[in-house]
C-alpha cells in the first residue's frame, strides 16, 4: 500500500490518499465507525457490478444509486441526491462515500460541500480515469446547459482510496479513457514519461497500470497542493483539455480520455508554430497518444469544433483561446491564440493528421 498527504497552505484540512488493492474492504469499516451516518453515493452500473459488496456494508451506511453516465451530470441530479440525504436524515458530523467513476465523484463531492454547508467526503474511484485523475484535487462540478464543470466549488476528500481491484471490471474502453491523462501526465513529468515509452507495449497490461497510478496520483498531489485553486502551476494540468473538451462536446462519440489524447494531438502541433519545441519529444509523445488510442483514429471535423472552446471557462469573455500545450519533456506552455486563428489552424492539422 502506498499513502500520500496533501498539505494546503494556511488551512488545517488535509487529504490522505491511500492506494493499494483491497483497500477498500479492508478500510471501509473503520473510516465509516467515525461517523454516526454514513451515505454512500454510486451510480446504478457500478451498483450492479459490486451489488454483493455494498450489501456487506452494513450497520450505519445507506446506499443511493444514480444514474449513470455523463448526461445525469446535472443539477437536478444533484437535488435528488441531496434530497436523498435530507430524507436518509444526514447531519453536519456525517459523511458522503462517492464510489465509482468521475461523474460520482464530481457530483458527490459537490453535494457534500453543499449539504449543510459542507459534510466531510470520501473518494472511492472505481474507473482508472478517476483513479489517475478526478478523485485527487478537489474540483467538484455539474455540467449546466451544455458547458461542462460550470457549477462547482472546491471541496478536498478528507480520504480518498484507490484500489486496484476494481480496474479488473474495467472494458477496454475504459482502460483507454483513463490512459488519456495518464498520457497527459506523462507529457508534464519527464520520469512518467519515460517509463511508459519503455513500456508503450503493456498500455493495457493491469498490473502495470497498477504500478504507474501512484506514480500519477503523486504528481497531482504535487501540483494540486502547490496550486489549489488553480492560479498558477494547476493550469499545466489543462493539458490538452481546451481542444479535447471542445471535440468532446462538437462529437461525442468516444469517451473524455480518448477526447484528452486528440486535444493533445492537436496542441502539440499548435505549439510547433508558436514557440520553441524539442519535435523529437513531440514526435515520441505522438505515437504514445496513437498507442494508446490504438493506432490512428478517424478525427471529428475539428473547426467546427472550435467554437466549443469558447464555452471553456478559460475563454469566456475572450476572443482568444488559452491551451496548454507539450513542448518538451517535463515542460509546457500557455498559449493564448485568436478564436479565428485558432480555428483555422485545426482544420489544417486535422488535414495533416489524417
Known sequence: MKEFTLRFHGEQAQ?????GEGIFDE???????????????????VFSVYKETFGRLAGNSRVYAMPAGEEHKQPNTLIEIL????????????????????VVGDIGGLASALYMRGIDCVQVPTTLLSQVDSSVGGKTAVDLDGVKNIVGAFKQPNTVLVDGSFLKTLPAREVRCGLGEIVKHGALNGALFDKLIENRDRLFDLAFLNGVVPDNIAHKAFVVQEDEKE??????????????????????????????????????????????????YLKKL???????????????????????????????????????????????????????????ELREIRGKLQ
Open 15 to 19: 487529504s490522505k490518499i491511500f492506494c
Open 27 to 45: 478500510m471501509y469499516p473503520a473510516l465509516a465507525a467515525n461517523y454516526p451516518q454514513v451515505f454512500i453515493l454510486t451510480d446504478e452500473t
Open 83 to 102: 434530497r436523498a440525504m435530507a430524507a436518509a436524515g444526514l447531519h453536519r458530523g456525517d459523511c458522503l462515500f462517492a464510489v465509482g467513476g468521475g
Open 231 to 280: 492560479s498558477g502551476l494547476r493550469k499545466s494540468l489543462n493539458l490538452g483539455h481546451t481542444t479535447g473538451h471542445a471535440l468532446e462536446l462538437f462529437d461525442a462519440k468516444l469517451s473524455h480520455g480518448e477526447y484528452v489524447l486528440l486535444g493533445l494531438l492537436f496542441e502539440a502541433e499548435l505549439a510547433k508554430s508558436r514557440v520553441l519545441c524539442d519535435k523529437g
Open 286 to 344: 505522438q505515437e504514445l497518444i496513437y498507442t494508446a488510442l490504438g493506432g490512428k483514429p478517424g478525427l471529428p471535423q475539428a473547426e467546427e469544433a472550435a467554437c466549443f472552446a469558447k464555452l471553456d471557462k478559460k475563454n469566456a469573455i475572450s476572443e482568444s483561446v488559452v491551451i496548454t500545450a507539450p513542448v518538451a519533456k517535463g515542460e509546457y506552455a500557455l498559449l493564448e491564440i485568436p478564436y479565428a486563428e485558432y480555428a483555422r
